[in-house]
């Protein structure tokens, strides 16, 4: 892992530690958080934050993916947590994240996606980036098109969750594109 801490205005984004285990579980027991993504059970099991984070260490030891703890910067509350799973072998890489609920609705989870999208392009040099959300979760797909991610279609009727078969949209990014944005930005 070339980085283990990164900023942005409002957060700080590092490598998810042992020590994360209690808040994360502490959110993930929102059952909004669960219905609105696309892996997380509800109720949330107990000591299973500290499985997730164990394999998430072990993913970025051998540089298969990075899960960083969103961090308020000023409070240094835990607020959830933003990941990429790396396939090395066609250099691109799913992101996935959650925010806890009380941080909803305030912009967080688009400038951490475009942290770690800044990671993701400058220092990984991948070449491309995408991600997935239920359709009935808007908050998440705006997120993606809020950070520059290009809609690429939905698989009806993709998953089943919590006995009903959901629709899934999906997004990405080349690095070309990224590359654009980030002139734009500068």
């Known amino acids: 892992m070339r980085m283990n801490k990164m900023q942005t205005s409002r957060l700080t984004l590092r490598l998810l530690k042992p020590g994360d285990a209690e808040a994360m579980e502490t959110l993930l027991q929102e059952k909004d958080i669960a219905s609105t993504t696309l ?10 934050a500290a499985s997730f984070i164990q394999l998430r260490q072990d993913a970025a030891a ?5 899960s960083f703890a969103v961090l308020d910067s000023a409070s240094s509350a835990f607020m959830g947590v933003i990941g990429l799973h790396i396939n090395k072998n066609h250099n691109h890489a799913e992101l996935g994240y959650w925010i806890g609920k009380p941080y909803w609705g305030y912009g967080y989870c688009t ?4 942290g770690v999208m800044d990671f993701a ?8 980036l995408y991600a997935a959300a239920l359709t009935r979760n808007p908050a998440s797909y705006k997120v993606m098109e809020k950070s520059g991610m290009k ?6 009727q993709h998953l089943l969750k919590w006995e009903v078969y959901e629709d899934v949209t999906h997004y990405g990014l080349l690095r070309s594109e990224y590359e ?3 002139r734009l930005r500068q």
């Open 39 to 48: 892996g997380i059970p509800h109720p949330y099991p107990s000591g299973a």
């Open 121 to 128: 392009f400058r220092e990984l040099k991948l070449n491309r």
């Open 111 to 114: 400038e951490a996606v475009k």
């Open 62 to 66: 051998k540089g298969d993916g990075y």
């Open 180 to 182: 654009q944005i980030d």
């Open 151 to 156: 809609h690429e279609g939905v698989f009806r």
